[in-house]
């Protein structure tokens, strides 16, 4: 299995049968690093939430056209992309089989943010080895201690380096894909990898530094 990170929260993940892409977002394609054209043949495309970063409905369009995969979401992510013309199929939580894939969606409460509603916020878990946390780090996700791979945001208005930690503590996943960094500068990126990158190894985790659009951890 090969996961590919395309900036800030955006995975291709590879299970070797399917390809399933989550959360190509604003943040992704801003600067041109990244074109929707970018991630090849898919079998379907999920969102974990409605806000801009993670579904972006531009790019969404263009890959729903291009690749004719089904995209997949919550109910609230349905109601809000069917305003751009999207359709979105609805997945409930629990496990689901997606053309080759299976995909167990998780109702995982977004992080609070200076707003007066959070989106609904669904985690995925795929082929029961990534677990994509969308903006979430709910204890309801700790159900699923010791997957192989954990992508999980280490940067935002509303977390912190502690908050951080202490998560992938208790989550004590095989290894950790850093998500939700694309509006910040590589140095400063980099810079936040190598705080967490210690803590993480001295737990026996292996941390992942995907940084530059396409680079990929394999399990």
């Not at 004719?68 to 013309?85: I, K, M, Q, V």
Request: proline share 7%.
């Amino acid at each position: 299995m090969r996961v590919t990170k395309y900036l800030h929260s955006c995975l291709l993940v590879d299970t070797g049968a399917a390809r399933l892409l989550i959360d190509p977002g604003r943040f992704t394609f801003v600067e041109g690093q990244v074109t929707p054209e970018d991630f090849g043949d898919l079998d379907a495309i999920a969102v974990t939430h409605h806000h801009p970063d993670h579904a972006d409905p531009d790019a969404l369009t263009a890959i729903t056209r291009r690749t004719g995969a089904p995209l997949l979401g919550n109910r609230e992510s349905a109601e809000h992309l069917a305003g751009y013309g999207l359709t979105v199929t609805v997945l409930e939580p629990g496990r689901h089989h997606v053309n080759g894939v299976t995909i167990d969606a998780i109702r995982a409460d977004h992080e609070p943010v200076l707003a007066d509603e959070t989106p609904a916020n669904t985690a995925y878990l795929v082929d029961g080895r990534v677990l994509h946390c969308g903006d979430s780090l709910h204890p309801v996700l700790f159900a699923h201690r010791g997957v192989d791979l954990l992508a999980v945001p280490v940067l935002g208005p509303y977390l912190t380096e502690r908050l951080v930690a202490g998560f992938i503590a208790q989550l004590r996943p095989a290894a950790v894909v850093p998500l939700h960094d694309g509006y910040a500068k590589d140095f400063f990126i980099t810079q936040r990898y190598d705080t967490y990158r210690p803590y993480v190894e001295q737990l026996g985790i292996t941390w992942h530094d995907l940084i530059r659009p396409g680079d990929t951890a394999t399990l």
